[in-house]
């Protein structure tokens, strides 16, 4: 069984390094050289209306490309199967951005940018609202052919042990850097109560608290989401900066101020530990590694997950349906 899985993943590996020379920047120079600006000025108006929208479209394509690969995947609507409605995707939202983008480009280029780009490329968009780091966006995904709600069972879960989380990034091609970074997504956006009643009230069938949560921050967090209250309240993931793109998620993680269960479990690897150490050292800011260049090498990597290209995929004409 352990060598099945073994070969799987190697084959997953090459799968995507055969892929990613398909990918490039500017794919769409040519084809349709407003792409990336159309999709921008949709993704910056609908945050001007909205200011949890930048958070909506960073985790719509950490969970598209996890499942199936960066393919759009979870834009599919077709009955209670789709991968959307799977439990895994619970609150994931943004929908509506994409599909409105979507249509926007199809008036001015139809049937040349896929969905899985924009999905790409609005996450990038959203970063940068954010007032995180503008990067280059590999383009040139083709939409996939399957969406189902089985295809989930390998998502990432804020109840993961670390161990558990290390597989699931390794069997995508990342290593434990990139989980580092990819948790630190999180420095935008919120949680629902409902992902933190075990960490709070029986953490480990316990019926207390989780111990790394630091005393100074368990009140804080018991008053937002109390025992038997409204599992539907939501509060920042990222403890005094939800708003903002920056590495305060990591110091938060550090001292016992991460709000989701999985992001503490961070500090419980001697390997991912020393990586968020890494970002805090004495003469970090001077000689360490940049968190923001980090954290764009990563959002670039889990970009060429399984990414469909030439035959393995088409274009859409909308993006919540098959053509």
């Known amino acids: 069984m352990m060598k099945m899985r073994i070969a799987i993943i190697i084959l997953f590996i090459l799968l995507i390094r055969i892929s990613e020379a398909e990918l490039k920047v500017g794919f769409y120079s040519q084809k349709c050289p ?45 009955g209670d199967t789709s991968e959307k409605h799977a439990s895994p995707h619970q609150g994931v939202q943004g929908f509506e951005i994409i599909e409105n983008a979507k249509a926007r480009l199809e008036g001015v280029c139809p049937g040349v940018v896929s969905c899985a780009d924009v999905v790409a490329m609005a996450a990038r968009d959203a970063v940068a609202l954010s007032h995180g780091p503008f990067y280059n966006v ?32 390794i069997e995508k091609g990342l290593n434990d850097k990139d989980l580092v970074l990819l948790t630190a997504a999180h420095t935008i956006g919120t949680t629902a109560c409902f992902f933190m009643e075990e960490r709070l009230y029986n953490f480990a069938s316990s019926g207390g608290p989780d111990p790394s949560i630091n005393p100074r921050f368990l009140p804080e967090l018991s008053s937002a989401c109390p025992k038997n209250g409204d599992i539907n309240a939501r509060l920042p993931i990222d403890h005094g900066s939800g708003d903002t793109f920056d590495i305060q998620i990591l110091e938060n993680i550090r001292s016992g ?54 035959s393995s995929g088409n274009i859409r004409h909308v993006c919540r349906s098959f053509n």
């Open 257 to 310: 101020f991460a709000v989701l269960q999985s992001d503490a479990k961070l500090m419980d690897d001697q390997t991912t530990r020393g990586i968020v150490d890494s970002y805090f050292g004495i003469l970090s800011p001077l000689t360490g590694p940049s968190f923001e260049a980090d954290f764009v090498r990563s959002m670039v990597r889990m970009g060429r997950i399984g990414t469909k290209t030439g």
């Open 138 to 169: 590999e383009t040139g995904r083709k939409d996939g052919f399957m969406s189902n709600i089985n295809q989930t069972v390998r998502m990432p879960d804020v109840g993961d042990s670390i161990l558990l989380l290390k597989q699931k990034f």
């Open 34 to 78: 407003n792409a990336e600006s159309i999709v921008r000025d949709i993704v910056k108006d609908a945050a001007n209306s909205n200011p949890a929208v930048p958070a909506f479209l960073l985790r719509l394509h950490f969970h598209d490309c996890f499942v199936e690969g960066c393919d759009g995947s979870i834009l599919i609507d077709n």
